[in-house]
Nanobody, 124 residues
């Protein structure tokens, strides 16, 4: 049984930072690619960032590039998203996702398991 639990969301002023964490229960976490997505009210789910199985490769949506950093700790079965220089348009529910396989996956359909989400609200 694979489970993903996000934490770290909250309310922050524009220009501030937050660090999201995703704890994963999986027997072979290091075999899987991971990603972060977000969804704002009335909008489609949006890709944010992806990381390969060993953390050696990362990819970001243009909207968050140079502000967000995805990382993983395979010893602790966690993946994190460091978010800096936050903007009001970053306000959304953020979800981590796991794919059975490797690669830098940018489409939601490529992922097999999802967390319940954590809310990030950026005030102007």
């Amino acid at each position: 049984q694979v489970q993903l639990v996000e934490s770290g969301g909250g309310l922050v002023q524009a220009g501030g930072s937050l660090r999201l964490s995703c704890a994963v229960s999986a027997r072979t976490f290091s075999d899987y690619a991971m990603g972060w997505f977000r969804r704002s009210p009335g909008k489609e789910r949006e890709y944010v960032a992806a990381i390969s199985w060993n953390g050696g490769n990362t990819h970001y949506a243009d909207s968050v590039k140079d502000r967000f950093t995805i990382s993983r700790d395979n010893a602790k079965n966690t993946v994190c998203l460091q978010m800096n220089s936050l903007k009001p348009e970053d306000t959304a529910a953020y979800y981590c996702a796991l794919a059975r396989g490797d690669g830098l996956l940018v489409a939601a359909y490529q992922y097999d398991y999802w967390g319940q989400g954590t809310q990030v609200t950026v005030s102007s």
